[in-house]
């Protein structure tokens, strides 16, 4: 079946700090792959997406590789701000339907 | 913008209360979709609807239904509401098509007392 693994948070950075937060992946057949982003007391949002190998999802300064070889999709910003802080979840859907299988998320705390 | 709207930000019910979570969504979406939350956990699939009427399990169905009588609404259903399905619950909706974003609520947090 279909797995993602998120490295555990929470992950706290000072402001314009360098971001990565790593995620890999199993999969039965050929996923898209998806960084979702939660700010506190709301649902999921997408951030970014890519749907095949070598592609880069971006968006808000956010930016992830899709790297079949190593069945990974890390997260990376430059420069994290304070209004960053927030839940990530890292996500893959294989077929069709649009089901989504979701990591752990891994909070992020960004700190003056 | 789609707008998903669940009915409740917090709930409380007792031990074998049947409880219903309202989701409606305003963008003419098939897809539907109902997760709970927890820690540790991240999110995980109860149910969820391609067209109305249907229904098919996600990965933890158990003590859980839902109906969708209408596109734009899908409910959850705790039959016999149990401590250990005090969660944050989250409905989302989407377009059928795999990599097609979902749109998710603000979620409704139920504590089972």
């Known amino acids: 079946g279909n797995s993602v693994t998120q490295m555990e948070g929470p992950v706290t950075l000072s402001e314009e700090a360098f971001l990565t937060i790593n995620c890999t992946y199993t999969?039965?057949?050929?996923?898209?792959l998806f960084w979702y982003v939660q700010y506190p007391g709301e649902g999921l949002q997408l951030l970014l997406k890519?749907?095949?190998?070598?592609d880069k999802g971006s968006n808000k300064g956010f930016e992830a590789t899709y790297r079949k070889e190593t069945t990974s999709f890390h997260l990376e910003k430059g420069s994290v701000q304070v209004s960053d802080s927030a839940v990530y979840f890292c996500?893959?859907?294989?077929?069709?339907?649009?089901?989504?299988?979701f990591g752990t998320g891994t909070q992020l705390k960004v700190e003056l | 913008d789609v707008k998903v709207t669940q009915s409740s930000r917090y709930l409380v019910k007792r031990t074998g209360e049947k409880v219903f979570l309202e989701c409606v969504q305003d963008m003419d979406h098939e897809n539907m979709f109902w997760y709970r939350q927890d820690p540790g956990l991240g999110l995980r699939l109860i149910y969820f609807?391609?067209?109305?009427?249907?229904?098919e399990k996600g990965d933890i169905p158990e003590g859980y239904s839902v109906s969708r009588e209408k596109k734009e609404r899908f409910s959850l259903i705790l039959e016999s509401a149990s401590t250990n399905q005090t969660s944050m619950y989250l409905c989302?909706?989407?377009?059928?098509?795999?990599?097609?974003?979902?749109?998710f609520g603000n979620g409704t947090r139920l504590t089972v007392t």
């Open positions: 996500a893959l859907v294989t077929g069709g339907g649009n089901k989504l299988t």
């Open positions: 890519a749907t095949k190998a070598d």
């Open positions: 999969a039965t057949g050929y996923p898209s």
């Open positions: 609807s391609y067209d109305v009427k249907m229904k």
């Open positions: 989302a909706s989407s377009l059928p098509t795999g990599w097609s974003p979902l749109h």
